[in-house]
């Protein structure tokens, strides 16, 4: 299995500009998660889908923020209009059925808002 | 609210000795407990857990404790290696919902 594939792996924009962050998970496992990395606030839930369904959005710290799954195999996370401190690592994660907490990150996304 | 505290921030340890990590929870009702490592460029990768019906567990140079009394689990390392350097993270999970609660981050430097 290819493992957790995200892409860009590098954004650099514009403050005001829209970012769309992309995640496909592994194959079969039915829990997908996005998280935020930054030096000062660590690592940050930002939703998680069970299903393709958006189980918890209270870490999507405001409405700029937009987070679809239209299918098992891809999901986005879009950021309208980005700010420079929206800069930092996105990860998407996915987990087997079953499994709380067995949790497989892809390589992540540097933004970096300008 | 539910927290996850580990320490040390930073561990220097020589190359063979051993290294432990340290993590405590606040919910009692965590049951799971995973310890993650991440090196630079790269998400974090699932290195052992351990779930609160077990005290101990091993699998090869690395070994998780934990105490469900006192509410911490500890990660250990033997044998430390260069490519044991990384930021390794512990967690705690519950039952009630798929959300870890993280710690803020140990990173483990290796000196040759």
């Known amino acids: 299995d290819a493992g957790v594939i995200q892409s860009p792996r590098h954004e650099v924009t514009e403050m005001g500009q829209e970012v769309t962050l992309r995640c496909k998970p592994i194959s079969g496992h039915d829990y997908l998660f996005w998280y935020r990395q930054t030096m000062m606030r660590g690592l940050e839930l930002l939703i998680y889908?069970?299903?393709?369904?958006?189980?918890?959005d209270s870490g999507m710290p405001e409405d700029r923020f937009s987070a679809k799954m239209p299918n098992a195999s891809f999901s986005t996370l879009k950021i309208q209009p980005s700010e420079p401190r929206d800069s930092a690592v996105y990860f998407c994660a996915s987990s087997p059925p079953g499994v709380a907490g067995e949790l497989f990150f892809g390589e992540g996304s540097r933004l970096t808002v300008l | 609210g539910e927290n996850v505290e580990q320490h040390p921030s930073t561990l220097s340890v020589q190359e063979g000795d051993s290294a432990v990590i340290k993590c405590t929870y606040s919910d009692s009702a965590s049951n799971y407990f995973p310890w993650y490592k991440q090196e630079l460029g790269k998400g974090p990768q699932l290195i052992i857990d351990i779930r609160s019906n077990v005290g101990e567990k091993k699998d090869q140079r690395i070994a998780v404790t934990l105490n469900k009394t006192a509410k911490h689990f500890s990660l250990h390392i033997t044998e430390t290696q260069p490519e044991d350097s990384a930021v390794y993270f512990c967690a705690a999970s519950n039952p009630r919902n798929y959300q870890l609660i993280w710690g803020a981050g140990t990173k483990l430097i290796i000196k040759p």
């Open positions: 889908f069970n299903n393709n369904v958006p189980i918890d």
